[in-house]
């Protein structure tokens, strides 16, 4: 389970979560799990993205928009609940379709939103939406640890101040990270062997974090994630066709 497949794709992981902000599960997971069963593949995640959010929740602690939270972490709960039903009951055949579903959509909603991000911030978005893109968000992050891709489209559109926008989806990742927990455990996708396996993994995220951190003001943001998307774009295609083939 731990090799050095796994150790690279998390410290590439760690780059790309402080390069984007977000991206890290949904970069990781189809990457993971073309390597090993796809439920392994999130379970092994789960523990690497909480200690993740652990290690920036205290900068922005407090400093989330409160009426905006109210509204999305119901709405994430109950995705959350929603994914992991689904994940404990799928097969891995169709986990690993849906991993490469996932994938390949949010890296093509990216490009997308890289192009044509003017559409996404002139959007009239009120709280019922984030009510419901919150459920859908909460339900993507138990299935394929890619809930904050959807949360920062809808945050984008609220104009929010900077701090305020990186609290709130800090916040709304970690309480999800949470639940995922306990609710893998629960359902027996997470055990005993994997959480110590995503532990010993974690340093190599936060290595991978640190380096971004390094090199993210000497890289052309563009090209970086267009070649990242088009990578995980890839990798979903991969699991797709691996699944038949």
């Given at each position: 389970?731990?090799?050095f497949?796994?150790a690279?794709?998390a410290?590439?992981a ?21 390597n ?26 407090k400093k989330?928009?409160?009426s905006?939270?109210?509204?999305l ?10 994914g ?10 169709i ?18 939103r ?6 996404f911030?002139?959007l009239n ?8 893109i919150?459920?859908f968000?909460g ?12 949360i920062?489209?809808?945050l ?10 990186v609290?709130?989806?800090i ?6 990270d ?17 959480l ?5 993994l974690?340093p ?5 974090s ?11 943001d ?6 990242v998307?088009?990578f ?8 797709i ?5």
């Open positions: 389970m731990i090799d497949f796994s690279a794709a410290f590439l760690g780059l790309i979560k402080t390069t984007f902000g977000v991206g890290a599960g949904v970069f990781l997971t189809p990457l993971l799990s073309i090993m069963d796809p439920k392994t593949a999130v379970a092994l995640m789960a523990p690497m993205m909480l200690f993740s959010d652990l290690s920036t929740i205290g900068l922005h602690w989330w928009d409160a905006h939270v109210k509204v972490i119901p709405g994430g709960v109950i995705g959350v609940l929603i992991s039903y689904y994940l404990a009951w799928a097969s891995p055949s986990t690993q379709v849906t991993i490469g579903i996932v994938a390949m959509a949010f890296s093509a909603l990216q490009i997308v890289q192009q044509k991000s003017e559409y911030t002139n978005m009120k709280p019922v939406h984030g009510a419901l919150s459920v968000a339900a993507f992050s138990a299935v394929a640890h890619s809930g904050g891709i959807v920062s489209i809808y984008i559109t609220l104009g929010m101040a900077k701090h305020a926008f609290a709130t989806l916040l709304f990742l970690f309480v999800g949470i639940l995922k927990m306990v609710l893998f455990t629960k359902f027996g996708v997470l055990n005993s062997e994997i110590i396996a995503g532990i010993i974690t190599a995220l936060f290595l991978g640190w380096l971004g951190s390094k090199l993210i003001n000497k890289l052309t563009k090209q970086f994630i267009l070649i998307n088009v995980i774009f890839l990798s979903g295609l991969f699991l066709i691996k699944n038949y083939y």
